[in-house]
């Protein structure tokens, strides 16, 4: 009994399947649509729909008006701003895989790089490729050919590939093009769905005694086909449709193997394997195995199934306005709205996926009422993300989320797409009085509550913040001595003096050791944020505790308070307090003397208060100076005195010291 084995993979790709629905689509909606280049190459498709009224056109110079179709092969970037500027609607039928080999070479090519292509100069996804790069590409079909080509030594190159291209032969070029002293940067552009019909070709041709390969005679993947089978089995017959096949030609006990080329629609192949299949014994063998099966539940087998709530994978067709298109393999595309792309709202769908990448995705309807299916990428990250946030609380390890919100209470940060809630009290081990610092921050922390059912998750990192000040301050006290300068940031400002961080632990810088002056508030010497150099002053490990001092020891008035204020000189100073037995005197920041009430006038001065004013600038006299106690004694009256007084009394003081 003869055997036919129809390869799985035969038929419209499904690149092809879409821009071929795209137009179906156009003409039911009585959109007056022309085909740029004719979408496939298959006489009987194009002709049908030419006949529904998708015009082709080749060139747009005439056109003045409705939509254009752009096949799957792809156009150049020119193609598109001639649309743009006629304004006519564009509908783009690339396939997503063509279109990110557009976005390699364009990205590449703006970089100054050079653009090589191995597939065939005639073919339009070549041209059309060409046209991303200022048509500047060089073209090369066969290893000869790259082992011949003219490029710049030492410059940066890039090699892309016809997705139709056979593998092994592109193998050969990159090996060729290696040998060559440029900087070379090869991506495999090869379309998987052609590598897999083409290794179901080599397996297939090798195991029956005759191969179809069925596909338009102008169709390169065809040619390809035929190219490969041929290798394997030299009976392998080449047709268009089920008229080229002359049955003759096969014997009643052959084992016969049929393929299609990516643009051979579902009904010419049908055609074919069942006449074959009614020819020899009505039975067409599953590739797979022994079991005989027919064509209808071959073709049944090969229709993806859905159904709400099923994880499934998909090719992302397109990313318009944040909404992403995704090819599923089943008889509708997939959409995944923005708000259902990612759990983190900063998360653009059009900066993480691109044209061709394949997804993961949860079916959240089969049909969301225009005919799509609604997918979620939300869920399924939020899926596995509530199983590594289980696992995460079940061994208290740590985990890192994003932070999205600052809510009421708290934080919310997104970990894996699962949302959890970090109470303000356990963001850190004080308390923070403007979370939004956080927003957008990247933090590690616990899970110390869960509750699946009622997706209760909260998080907290208080305990994981003093861990590590508590590891910081080890490793910084073990570094640093009383004496020795170290430099930190200040941290905050109080009214007693300011927080300086000295690496993750801070210090205390006391107002009084922030200036040789007087100054009443932190604020006036600091600001939070700055850069300070500080002296340590004195460390207590048991409490933790650093004191520091901004005072420069080489800046001390007091070194030079002898020389400049000697007894018996007369200078001016501000008075800055009052007491009861006298008012201070500052004579300059950071050096006060103090005038007794018995030195303030030349009569009784029952309160300081009643002959001098705080803020007011006095003349005095230097009574006496100690640099180790820090005093200073002045004179208002004397300083004040008249001459032949201030001589007499000196006189008389001198007299004294004589006779002692
Ligand atoms: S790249 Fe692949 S899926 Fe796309 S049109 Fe070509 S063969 Fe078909």
Redesign the pocket.
Known sequence: MSKVELAKSAG????????IEMAYKQIENNEKTYSYGPLIHNKEVTGDLEKKGLAIIESLDTMKEGSVLVR??GVGKEIYDALEEKGLQIVDGT????KKIHMIVKEHHDLNKGVIIAGSSQHP?VIGINGWCENDAQMIETPEEAAALELQEGKKYILVVQ??FRRSRFDEIVEELKKKNIRLEVFNTI????EE?QAEAVSLSKKVDKMIVIGDKKSS?TQKLVEICRKNCKNTVHIETICDLVLNNFSKDDKIGITAG?STPPAIIKEVVVTMSEAFDNAVQNSGGSEEITFAQMLEDSLVTLHTGDFVKGTVIQVVNEEVSVNLGYKSDGVIPRGEFSSDPTVIPSKTVQPGDEIEVFVVRVNDGDGNVLLSKKRIEAQKGMEDIEVAYNEKSIVTGTVTEVVKGGLIAVVNGVRVFIPSSQVSNRFIEDLSVFKGQELDFNIIEMDRVKRRIIGGRKALVEKEISAKKATLFASIEAGTKVAGKVSRLTDFGAFVDLGGVDGLIHISEMSWGRITNPKEVLKEGQTVEVLVLDIDKEKGKISLSLKDSSMNPWNLAVEKYAVGTIVDGKVVRMVPFGAFVELEPGVDGLVHISQIANKHVVKPEDELKVGEVIRVKVLEVNTEQKKISLSKRQAEAPVEEVAAEEAVAEEVATEE
Request: charged share 15%.
């Open positions: 419209f790709c499904f690149g092809v399947k879409r821009a799957s092969h396939c997503p895989f063509v996804e997705t139709t379309c998987s769905a052609t019909r993947n990516a």
